[in-house]
Protein backbone atom coordinates (compact mmCIF):
# COMPACT_ATOMS: atom_id res chain seq x y z
CA UNK A 1 0.00 0.00 0.00
CA UNK A 2 1.33 3.51 -1.09
CA UNK A 3 1.52 5.54 1.73
CA UNK A 4 -0.42 8.91 -0.04
CA UNK A 5 -2.90 7.54 -2.65
CA UNK A 6 -4.40 9.85 -5.24
CA UNK A 7 -6.58 8.88 -7.73
CA UNK A 8 -4.98 9.71 -11.24
CA UNK A 9 -7.92 11.26 -13.16
CA UNK A 10 -8.17 12.66 -15.52
CA UNK A 11 -11.36 14.16 -14.18
CA UNK A 12 -13.27 16.26 -16.70
CA UNK A 13 -15.85 19.00 -15.45
CA UNK A 14 -17.88 21.75 -16.93
CA UNK A 15 -16.75 25.30 -16.24
CA UNK A 16 -18.42 26.72 -13.51
CA UNK A 17 -18.48 22.93 -11.88
CA UNK A 18 -17.54 22.16 -7.94
CA UNK A 19 -14.51 20.05 -8.25
CA UNK A 20 -13.14 17.81 -5.57
CA UNK A 21 -10.16 16.28 -5.18
CA UNK A 22 -9.16 14.09 -2.29
CA UNK A 23 -6.10 11.78 -1.00
CA UNK A 24 -5.56 9.39 1.56
CA UNK A 25 -2.68 8.36 3.27
CA UNK A 26 -1.80 5.73 6.10
CA UNK A 27 0.57 7.34 8.25
CA UNK A 28 -0.68 9.13 11.07
CA UNK A 29 2.17 10.74 11.94
CA UNK A 30 2.20 13.13 8.74
CA UNK A 31 1.47 16.66 10.42
CA UNK A 32 1.57 18.98 6.96
CA UNK A 33 -0.83 18.88 4.40
CA UNK A 34 0.05 20.52 1.23
CA UNK A 35 -1.94 21.22 -2.61
CA UNK A 36 -0.38 22.06 -5.47
CA UNK A 37 -1.13 22.75 -9.15
CA UNK A 38 1.41 21.63 -11.69
CA UNK A 39 0.76 22.96 -15.20
CA UNK A 40 2.07 21.27 -18.34
CA UNK A 41 5.84 21.23 -18.16
CA UNK A 42 6.29 23.45 -15.05
CA UNK A 43 6.79 23.12 -11.57
CA UNK A 44 4.35 22.45 -9.07
CA UNK A 45 2.68 25.59 -7.49
CA UNK A 46 1.43 25.82 -3.72
CA UNK A 47 -1.96 26.87 -3.59
CA UNK A 48 -3.12 25.19 0.13
CA UNK A 49 -0.90 24.69 3.08
CA UNK A 50 -2.80 23.43 5.89
CA UNK A 51 -1.53 21.81 9.56
CA UNK A 52 -3.58 19.03 11.30
CA UNK A 53 -6.81 19.09 11.12
CA UNK A 54 -9.76 21.48 9.81
CA UNK A 55 -10.28 23.89 6.89
CA UNK A 56 -8.72 26.74 4.99
CA UNK A 57 -10.53 28.38 2.57
CA UNK A 58 -8.21 30.88 0.05
CA UNK A 59 -10.48 32.62 -2.27
CA UNK A 60 -12.16 29.86 -4.74
CA UNK A 61 -10.25 27.36 -3.18
CA UNK A 62 -10.90 25.12 0.54
CA UNK A 63 -8.61 22.60 1.49
CA UNK A 64 -10.12 20.11 4.36
CA UNK A 65 -7.93 18.06 6.43
CA UNK A 66 -9.91 15.05 8.25
CA UNK A 67 -7.05 13.13 10.46
CA UNK A 68 -9.14 10.85 11.97
CA UNK A 69 -10.20 9.19 8.78
CA UNK A 70 -6.52 10.49 7.02
CA UNK A 71 -8.53 11.84 4.19
CA UNK A 72 -7.54 15.53 2.84
CA UNK A 73 -9.58 17.35 0.18
CA UNK A 74 -9.28 20.03 -1.87
CA UNK A 75 -12.61 21.83 -3.25
CA UNK A 76 -12.64 24.19 -6.24
CA UNK A 77 -15.46 26.38 -6.44
CA UNK A 78 -16.91 28.05 -9.79
CA UNK A 79 -13.86 26.25 -11.69
CA UNK A 80 -12.58 28.05 -14.68
CA UNK A 81 -10.85 26.23 -17.78
CA UNK A 82 -7.60 28.31 -16.57
CA UNK A 83 -7.87 25.72 -13.77
CA UNK A 84 -7.27 22.58 -16.09
CA UNK A 85 -3.91 20.92 -14.80
CA UNK A 86 -3.04 18.35 -12.35
CA UNK A 87 -2.99 18.54 -8.62
CA UNK A 88 -0.82 16.90 -6.31
CA UNK A 89 -1.19 16.44 -2.14
CA UNK A 90 1.80 16.14 -0.54
CA UNK A 91 1.96 15.22 3.27
CA UNK A 92 5.43 15.23 5.92
CA UNK A 93 5.64 14.63 9.64
CA UNK A 94 6.86 16.89 12.11
CA UNK A 95 10.73 17.28 11.95
CA UNK A 96 10.91 16.16 9.03
CA UNK A 97 11.68 18.24 5.41
CA UNK A 98 10.65 15.07 3.24
CA UNK A 99 7.06 15.36 1.62
CA UNK A 100 5.46 12.31 0.30
CA UNK A 101 3.33 13.09 -2.52
CA UNK A 102 0.57 11.70 -4.39
CA UNK A 103 0.60 10.42 -8.10
CA UNK A 104 -1.52 13.48 -9.41
CA UNK A 105 -5.15 14.21 -10.54
CA UNK A 106 -5.45 15.40 -13.75
CA UNK A 107 -8.35 17.98 -13.75
CA UNK A 108 -10.05 19.12 -17.46
CA UNK A 109 -12.26 22.02 -16.96
CA UNK A 110 -14.26 22.45 -20.26
CA UNK A 111 -15.21 25.79 -21.58
CA UNK B 1 5.52 34.57 -2.79
CA UNK B 2 8.78 32.70 -2.72
CA UNK B 3 10.50 32.42 -5.97
CA UNK B 4 12.76 29.89 -7.42
CA UNK B 5 14.36 30.01 -10.57
CA UNK B 6 15.81 26.89 -12.41
CA UNK B 7 18.48 27.03 -15.53
CA UNK B 8 18.39 25.93 -18.47
CA UNK B 9 14.94 25.46 -18.87
CA UNK B 10 15.89 22.54 -21.31
CA UNK B 11 18.62 21.12 -22.67
CA UNK B 12 19.67 18.83 -25.47
CA UNK B 13 22.87 16.58 -25.00
CA UNK B 14 24.78 13.83 -26.12
CA UNK B 15 25.16 10.69 -24.69
CA UNK B 16 28.62 10.56 -22.32
CA UNK B 17 28.36 14.27 -21.41
CA UNK B 18 27.80 15.86 -18.55
CA UNK B 19 24.68 18.18 -17.76
CA UNK B 20 24.73 21.04 -15.02
CA UNK B 21 21.52 22.12 -13.65
CA UNK B 22 21.02 25.25 -11.81
CA UNK B 23 18.92 26.04 -9.19
CA UNK B 24 18.51 29.53 -7.68
CA UNK B 25 15.78 30.89 -4.75
CA UNK B 26 15.64 34.72 -5.85
CA UNK B 27 14.41 36.42 -2.78
CA UNK B 28 15.28 34.41 0.27
CA UNK B 29 18.29 32.67 1.66
CA UNK B 30 17.30 28.36 1.68
CA UNK B 31 19.59 26.25 4.08
CA UNK B 32 17.30 23.17 2.18
CA UNK B 33 17.23 22.24 -1.16
CA UNK B 34 15.37 19.39 -3.43
CA UNK B 35 16.00 17.67 -6.38
CA UNK B 36 12.85 15.78 -8.07
CA UNK B 37 12.55 13.90 -10.91
CA UNK B 38 9.37 13.49 -12.55
CA UNK B 39 8.36 10.98 -15.72
CA UNK B 40 5.51 12.21 -17.74
CA UNK B 41 2.11 11.34 -16.25
CA UNK B 42 3.78 10.31 -12.77
CA UNK B 43 4.51 12.13 -9.62
CA UNK B 44 7.74 13.56 -8.48
CA UNK B 45 9.96 11.28 -7.09
CA UNK B 46 12.67 12.81 -4.86
CA UNK B 47 16.52 11.98 -5.74
CA UNK B 48 17.99 13.97 -3.16
CA UNK B 49 17.93 16.81 -0.28
CA UNK B 50 20.68 19.33 -0.60
CA UNK B 51 22.02 21.52 2.52
CA UNK B 52 24.32 24.19 2.26
CA UNK B 53 27.67 23.28 3.17
CA UNK B 54 27.42 20.02 3.86
CA UNK B 55 26.90 16.60 1.69
CA UNK B 56 23.72 15.55 0.09
CA UNK B 57 21.57 12.83 1.15
CA UNK B 58 20.09 10.77 -1.53
CA UNK B 59 17.44 8.33 -1.95
CA UNK B 60 17.25 5.04 -2.28
CA UNK B 61 18.37 4.10 -5.30
CA UNK B 62 19.79 6.84 -6.78
CA UNK B 63 23.33 6.91 -7.87
CA UNK B 64 25.36 9.85 -5.78
CA UNK B 65 28.19 9.55 -8.25
CA UNK B 66 26.03 9.91 -11.43
CA UNK B 67 23.81 12.84 -9.82
CA UNK B 68 26.53 15.15 -8.25
CA UNK B 69 24.32 17.68 -5.66
CA UNK B 70 26.60 20.63 -4.48
CA UNK B 71 24.92 23.45 -2.30
CA UNK B 72 27.93 25.90 -2.21
CA UNK B 73 25.21 28.75 -0.82
CA UNK B 74 22.49 29.34 0.56
CA UNK B 75 21.02 30.78 -2.79
CA UNK B 76 22.38 28.17 -4.87
CA UNK B 77 22.26 24.22 -5.67
CA UNK B 78 23.10 22.34 -8.16
CA UNK B 79 22.68 19.28 -10.12
CA UNK B 80 25.39 17.63 -12.14
CA UNK B 81 23.92 14.63 -13.90
CA UNK B 82 27.53 12.82 -15.16
CA UNK B 83 28.09 10.65 -18.35
CA UNK B 84 24.40 10.89 -19.36
CA UNK B 85 22.56 8.04 -20.81
CA UNK B 86 19.05 7.89 -22.61
CA UNK B 87 17.35 6.91 -19.45
CA UNK B 88 18.37 10.12 -17.70
CA UNK B 89 16.00 11.70 -20.09
CA UNK B 90 13.58 13.50 -17.47
CA UNK B 91 11.97 16.30 -16.31
CA UNK B 92 14.19 17.40 -13.14
CA UNK B 93 12.74 19.83 -10.64
CA UNK B 94 14.03 21.33 -7.49
CA UNK B 95 13.06 23.24 -4.49
CA UNK B 96 13.75 25.05 -1.32
CA UNK B 97 12.27 24.96 2.01
CA UNK B 98 11.00 28.30 3.58
CA UNK B 99 9.87 27.40 6.77
CA UNK B 100 8.89 23.79 5.85
CA UNK B 101 7.16 24.73 2.96
CA UNK B 102 8.76 23.59 -0.40
CA UNK B 103 8.49 26.35 -3.25
CA UNK B 104 9.56 24.45 -6.59
CA UNK B 105 11.77 25.98 -9.46
CA UNK B 106 9.85 26.03 -12.91
CA UNK B 107 11.65 22.73 -13.96
CA UNK B 108 14.36 21.20 -16.41
CA UNK B 109 13.80 19.20 -18.88
CA UNK B 110 16.63 16.95 -19.80
CA UNK B 111 16.72 15.04 -23.80
CA UNK B 112 20.27 12.64 -23.95
CA UNK B 113 20.31 11.62 -27.22
Known amino acids: QKEVEQDPGPLSVPEGAIVSLNCTYS??????FMWYRQYSRKGPELLMYTYSSGNKEDGRFTAQVDKSSKYISLFIRDSQPSDSATYLC???????????FGTGTRLKVLA | GAVVSQHPSWVICKSGTSVKIECRSL??????MFWYRQFPKQSLMLMAT?????????EQGVEKDKFLINHASLTLSTLTVTSAHPEDSSFYICSADIEETQYFGPGTRLLVL
Open chain 2, 27 to 32: DFQATT
Open chain 2, 50 to 58: SNEGSKATY
Open chain 1, 27 to 32: NSAFQY
Open chain 1, 90 to 100: AMSASGTYKYI
